[in-house]
């Protein structure tokens, strides 16, 4: 193993640990509402138990990484998402102007701003940060006349899945009223996956949505993005979804 790796492995397993132990040095009464506290007071439904150290690192580490990186490159589509579509921007700074009027949204503010909900959704449809997975076949199947036998690994593909023209209009297009309640409803429930689904959806799926959502009623409100001049992205997929050649933009103060 590369000692590169294990050592960054074990600078990052020792930040984890030590914020672990500053918490449980805390009477409980003190913890912060936060999610750390929340996964340290979790409980095993069948058994009553806690997380064991390791489990409880992991699930940690998992969820720093969630909200870091893929939350990252959602807000680096999204800038691109809107510069290349104005009529979207301009419904977009209107919602969050009405609202707002300048102020950080609370969280009962967020639920007041669908449309800016709808814009990440559609961000994740076209640019999902993870666009290929894997889940291990449970039992022998076959799909479209391939043999897939138990325990074989399957790639999945959001950023496929999200483009499949039987099950999206115009699928090209980047369009947020696809995610009205009515429209989101009546929608296959595997049509769109930028988490994964099932079981194994990813733990961080509503903490992205919550913080990609903040996040973007916060900067959208004081700055408008433009491309740079004649630029088109590279898309390259290496694990997570990014481009070749960067996003050079100029982000404009309102």
């Not at 913890?31 to 340290?40: A, G, I, Q, T, V």
């Not at 088109?232 to 481009?243: I, K």
Request: glycine content about 6%; aromatic content about 10%.
């Amino acid at each position: 193993m590369p000692s590169k790796y294990v050592a960054a492995r074990e600078l990052v397993h020792g930040l984890i640990g030590e914020l672990i132990a500053q918490r449980r040095g805390l009477d409980e009464a003190k913890w912060p509402d936060d999610l750390l506290s929340r996964l340290m007071k979790a409980r095993d439904e069948d058994t009553g138990q806690a997380m064991s150290e390791s489990l409880l690192r992991d699930e940690s580490i998992t969820t720093f990484f969630a909200g870091h990186e893929t939350t990252a490159r959602t807000m680096t589509f999204a800038w691109y998402a809107l510069a290349t579509n104005p009529q979207v921007t301009a419904r977009l700074q209107e919602e969050l102007d009405r609202v707002l009027g300048g102020r950080v949204p609370t969280a009962d503010e967020l639920r007041q701003l669908p449309y800016t909900l709808q814009v990440i959704k559609e961000v994740l449809r076209l640019y999902p940060a993870a666009p290929f997975y894997v889940r291990d076949a449970v039992g022998a199947d076959q799909l479209n006349g391939f043999d897939v036998p138990a325990g074989a690994a399957v790639m999945l593909s959001p950023y496929y899945t999200h483009r499949h023209p039987q099950v999206w209009d115009d699928p090209e297009v980047f369009d947020p009223d696809r995610w009205t309640r009515e429209r989101e409803a009546a929608r296959h429930a595997y049509a769109y996956h930028p988490f994964a689904a099932g079981q194994r959806i990813c733990i961080g799926n509503n903490f992205s949505l919550l913080e990609s959502h903040l996040l973007l009623a916060m900067l959208a409100q004081r700055f408008t993005p433009r491309l740079r001049a004649g630029f088109t992205p590279q898309w390259a997929m290496q694990g997570t979804l990014g481009t070749s050649n960067g996003m050079p933009m100029v982000i404009a103060a309102r």
